[in-house]
């Protein structure tokens, strides 16, 4: 936007105006179009042909061109014919936002919308996007009394929990004459994780377990990776098959190893003075740990999440790093 548009006192009215009127929108995941949140505008096209209409009904009278005012009024039966098609291409609609997953930052959103019609016939040329990013439209069809899923994606700013942008969905179906129109606020709210960091150092150290036994040379790598060559006579419970599939390498868990020791992940200990570039270090780490399928816990300031392993633990650490 050039410095004088962003200057115009008209901009400006029309984005306090737009800003109070989002806010009177209720917020919900299920929005039911009626008349009261629809609207509708003629576009270029509709204001090109109300234009050529009335040269039409003026040359008509002006020449008394019997076939000039069958033309006119057979052109503007099929206009307004067109608008009420086209409002009610979204009147009756039901929109229903499906809870979205969480993503890492940097990563594009994916929310999954289900329209349903409760119609007898087709919905034609419907599109869904976010208000801000109306460049970027998904366009679906509406069966009869059926439903459809459109995927829009939106790209969060940073780390945290957001909120849902406004979404808006539109049809110029059958003519293009006339464009209609709503706009939803859902009530959602995505998890975004922090970006892990793309070239993150070896895991940490693993610290002594408490009553445990301080063995030195414990760690013949100098880090924390809790696996050890694999040997024959091994159970295959201890293999860890992940790394095994990455790096076609057999390695199993060092049982005395893990014993002895315990993995933490601590802020206080992530090397980077910028907190922002810890987490993403922290992220990098509970990822790689969590593909060696270890035991890990996490030390956040005013937080402490004890070792664990699996999914559960792996997301309950990525979202104490996204809200911390």
């Not at 780390?159 to 059958?174: K, N």
Request: include cysteine.
């Amino acid at each position: 936007m050039s410095v004088a548009a962003s200057l115009n006192p008209l901009n400006h009215v029309r984005r306090q105006f737009r800003a109070w009127w989002q806010a009177r929108l209720p917020l919900s995941d299920t929005l039911t179009l009626t008349q009261r949140n629809v609207y509708i505008l003629p576009t270029r096209p509709g204001f090109m042909l109300g234009a050529t209409l009335a040269v039409l009904i003026i040359a008509s009278i002006n020449y008394q061109l019997n076939l000039g005012y069958l033309l006119t009024f057979l052109l503007t039966g099929c206009g307004v014919v067109g608008m009420h098609v086209c409002h009610a291409t979204l009147r009756g609609l039901t929109l229903s936002l499906a809870p979205p997953e969480p993503q890492f930052a940097g990563v594009a959103a994916t929310l999954r919308i289900t329209l349903t019609s409760e119609r007898r016939s087709t919905r034609h040329g419907i599109g869904l996007a976010v208000l801000d990013a109306r460049d970027q439209w998904a366009w679906t069809d509406v069966p009869a009394q059926g439903s459809s899923v459109v995927e829009v994606a939106f790209r969060p700013g940073r780390r945290g929990l957001h909120r849902v942008p406004p979404l808006t969905a539109e049809t110029r179906f059958p003519l293009g004459t006339f464009r209609v129109w709503t706009v939803w606020k859902p009530a959602a709210q995505v998890l975004v994780y922090p970006a892990p960091e793309a070239h993150p150092p070896p895991l940490p150290p693993g610290e002594p377990r408490s009553g445990g036994p301080v063995m030195a040379n414990a760690r013949s790598s100098g880090e924390f990776d809790g696996v050890r060559p694999y040997r024959r006579g091994d159970a295959l419970k201890l293999v860890v098959w992940k790394k095994a599939a990455k790096s076609d390498e057999l390695v199993s868990r060092d049982t005395q190893q893990a014993q002895r020791y315990e993995l933490w992940l601590d802020f206080q200990q992530a090397g980077p003075v910028d907190t922002e570039l810890r987490i993403s270090r922290l992220a990098a780490w509970v990822l790689q740990a969590d593909r060696l399928g270890l035991d890990w816990g996490l030390r956040l300031p005013g937080q402490e999440i004890a070792p664990a392993t699996g999914e559960a633990h792996r997301r309950r650490c990525l979202e104490a790093l996204a809200t911390c």
